[in-house]
């Protein structure tokens, strides 16, 4: 007991001790903290205010005034998405709008098979087998022989290992990104890129860089970038992914990806690249098979093809086409895929006879291309309006030559051209955008769109129309 005593007192004579020869500003850099501390303890945080109590007919009056915050922004009853066009019988060659017959240039028909009466009999007869719908997603009793039948001839004809297939187009590159990009991988794509894509990587949570539209030089500046901070940090290096995201044919310009340089690319960085070929797929190359057959690029050099069946198939949902071992993550982790009823079988049906129609019609691809190539040389000279997009392309847009100095004015420019050629019996579109969420908002442009049922004599009166609608609006 008493040696504890004497250890109390040898501590406290310590301290003591270490007090006296503690440098001064130790002290007095303690000495405030307590004094802080005491002044938090002895203070009020706060002052009570003295209670109001309101009458009932005062409190009555301060609720009538409250007015809450609209749950969306006021939109204009004017505005374009709450006036559309209104379409009576099927969007083909001839297509009636708002009870005016007029020559299709706005559906995405490229092939003319909408109205193709084997694409309907094909249809007909499956809707008699199964019915209308699946009513369940592919992992729960949603697929059915068909879907099966159709994936195999999308892969036979993409000549790749395998082909997956979705219930929607849109859905289908926004689940495909994510499915094997996720947080902490980078993806390097295109600005011009389209909406579904731009969703995609928003749903991988990935590092996204942009470079400039169809610029190499830019590209592989931000690959060079890269390849220097993985240097630094070889150890994150090892265990993240790199992708090049790109499309085929751009929807939002129809230019075309210069792929050979991409390859080239691919190989030099070791990233690997998924290509969005919706417009190119059933539109390039001697067979319909897209970009690598226009290029004569081996398709092993694509890590994913994804392409809508909206649009050259005529009929609804999307592919992705690759090598086995790819497609089959994808039955796992698509969410699209493994989330959403699967494909009605009558729309699955339509699009293998449409492939059967491609296959057995190889020529149909030089007929498109010929009309593209006429249309887009009848409208080279327009007064205020400039033509973009490649002459093959069977999407082009129309943009001004120059603005009227506000977005809003430019559209508004632009409709006036379309109500007119609409009312001399030619339906256009305008290119839209969900302006607020587009990463880089394409300018206002008319979309001018091709198939193979518009006759010369027709394609030619649109071009005319065209010139004579920017006479009278623009001038």
Request: glycine fraction near 6%; hydrophobic fraction near 40%.
């Amino acid at each position: 007991m008493a040696a504890a005593v004497v250890g109390q007192q040898w501590v406290l004579v310590e301290m003591v001790q270490a007090f006296y020869e503690a440098p001064a500003y130790h002290l007095i850099l303690e000495g405030i903290l307590i004094l802080w501390i005491i002044r938090l303890l002895f203070s009020k945080t706060y002052k009570l205010q003295e209670r109001s109590d309101l009458t009932l007919k005062e409190k009555e009056e301060l609720i009538e005034e409250w007015q809450p915050e609209p749950l969306v922004p006021p939109v204009p009853k004017d505005h374009p998405a709450l006036n559309y066009n209104i379409v009576s019988g099927p969007p083909t060659h001839i297509i009636t709008v708002n009870g005016k017959e007029c020559i299709n240039f706005a559906s995405f028909n490229f092939l003319g098979l909408l109205n193709n009466e084997k694409v309907k009999s094909a249809a007909q007869a499956s809707l008699k087998k199964y019915g209308v719908g699946t009513c369940g997603p592919r992992g729960f009793y949603g697929t059915f022989d068909v879907h099966l039948e159709l994936e195999e001839r999308l892969a036979k004809f993409m000549r790749t290992e395998e082909a997956i297939i979705y219930s929607y187009g849109f859905a289908t590159i926004a689940s495909a990104i994510p499915a094997y990009s996720k947080r902490g991988d980078i993806v390097f794509v295109d600005e011009a890129a389209c909406f579904a894509i731009q969703k995609g990587l928003q749903a991988s949570r990935s590092n996204i860089k942009l470079f400039k539209h169809n610029d190499m030089a830019d590209l592989e500046r931000l690959l060079k970038e890269q390849e220097t901070e993985d240097q630094k940090n070889p150890r994150k290096a090892r265990v993240t992914r790199r992708f090049i995201v790109v499309e085929g044919l751009y929807m939002n310009t129809g230019d075309i990806c210069p792929l050979p340089e991409l390859i080239k690319l691919k190989y030099k960085y070791k990233v690997r690249i998924f290509l969005e070929e919706s417009l190119s797929f059933g539109v390039l190359g001697a067979h319909g098979r897209g970009i690598t057959e226009h290029f004569g690029i081996n398709i092993d050099d694509i890590d994913l093809i994804s392409a809508n069946m909206e649009n050259s198939l005529a009929s609804i949902g999307g592919f992705c086409c690759g090598r086995s071992f790819i497609i089959d993550h994808q039955r796992l982790s698509g969410q699209g895929y493994c989330f959403s009823a699967s494909l009605p079988p009558l729309l699955a049906a339509a699009a293998i006879e449409a492939l059967n129609i491609m296959e057995d019609n190889p020529d149909i691809f030089q007929t498109l291309r010929a009309k593209c190539e006429r249309i887009h040389k009848a409208l080279q000279g327009i007064s205020g309006l400039k033509v973009v997009g490649e002459s093959f392309s069977p999407a082009l847009h129309l943009q001004l030559k120059e603005s009227c100095g506000s977005r809003e004015n430019d559209v508004k420019l632009l409709k006036r051209v379309v109500d007119y050629c609409m009312n001399s019996g030619i339906a256009l579109t305008q290119a839209r955008y969900l302006e607020k969420e587009e990463k880089c908002l394409p300018p206002p442009s008319i979309r001018v769109v091709v198939t193979v049922e518009q006759t010369e004599q027709e394609l030619d009166k649109a071009a005319s129309l065209l010139k004579e609608a920017a006479q009278s609006v623009l001038n």
